[in-house]
């Protein structure tokens, strides 16, 4: 029912940015909270940010002050900013979308932080 398609991941040296990208097949006013989660190598995927229709935001621990989650409701989309990456956020990040009693996830895009 929901597609999620990410976009934006890259290599970036440290101490840079970048900005992740989701769109969603399905009108944002239809999905209540969308996320990103990230799974590192070899490690287990865990949450990033999460991002309400009101537009209220979480985030983890690790990434407070430098990750930003924002929505764009009129274009189905939903943004990561991040700033002052570090070798640790080496991951794949996923784009999650919470509909009703359903959770969708994107396919994935992959972000290296090089030292």
């Known amino acids: 029912q929901v597609q999620l398609v990410e976009s934006g991941g890259g290599l970036v040296q440290a101490g840079g940015s970048l900005r992740l990208s989701c769109v969603a097949s399905?009108?944002?006013?239809?999905?209540?909270?969308m996320a990103w989660y990230r799974q590192p190598p070899g490690k287990q995927r865990d949450v990033v940010a999460t991002?309400?229709?009101?537009?209220?935001?979480n985030y983890a621990d690790s990434v407070k002050g430098r990750f930003t989650i924002s929505r764009d409701n009129a274009r189905n989309t939903v943004y990561l900013q991040m700033n002052n990456l570090k070798p640790e956020d080496t991951a794949v990040y996923y784009c999650?979308?919470?509909?009703?009693?359903?959770?969708?996830w994107g396919q994935g895009t992959h972000v290296t932080v090089s030292s």
């Open positions: 999650v979308a919470y509909v009703g009693f359903e959770t969708y």
């Open positions: 399905r009108s944002a006013f239809a999905i209540n909270t």
């Open positions: 991002v309400t229709q009101r537009g209220n935001t």
